[in-house]
């Protein structure tokens, strides 16, 4: 296996209360058999992504747009087998955002395969069977650092 990632971080812009940051990445893969020299299975050759993230309300506020692009792939090689030769490219849209409530309490959420595409990272194992939707709370603290301060 060999090949090349690259990726890098442009801010746009970074004032006081806001902030855009753009986050490409390229993944370039050959992978194959030494012995046979043909291609190993699931390794797409081209995988291709973008964060978009927006900072507001004085940066508490975070709302990433995620897309991702994945080439088409090797999946079996077997010539008998009902298993498709190579599996599809497929393009994701994710959607993620936060708001820091305080310095230690944070709500959070994202949204995996916003438009709903079905694909399969192997034939017969879903990557995404539709949408999905997750939420929560984060709180971060540091045991010491609280002990300290209530001693004060």
Do not use: C
């Amino acid at each position: 296996t060999q090949g090349v990632e690259t990726f890098f971080t442009w801010t746009v812009w970074d004032e006081s209360d806001s902030a855009l940051v753009v986050s490409p990445s390229y993944t370039y893969t050959q992978a194959y058999d030494r012995a046979s020299g043909e291609e190993l299975a699931r390794r797409p050759r081209h995988k291709i992504a973008n964060d978009l993230t927006i900072r507001a309300f004085e940066k508490r506020a975070r709302l990433t747009l995620t897309t991702i692009y994945n080439s088409d792939f090797q999946e079996n090689r077997s010539r008998y087998s009902k298993v498709p030769g190579r599996m599809g490219e497929y393009v994701q849209f994710d959607v993620s955002g936060s708001y820091d409530l305080t310095d230690q309490v944070q709500v959070y959420g994202r949204i995996e395969n916003v438009a709903e595409d079905y694909h399969e990272s192997a034939y017969g194992y879903a990557e995404t069977g539709g949408r999905a939707v997750y939420a929560g709370i984060k709180v971060s603290f540091e045991p010491l650092t609280l002990a300290r301060e209530a001693m004060k």
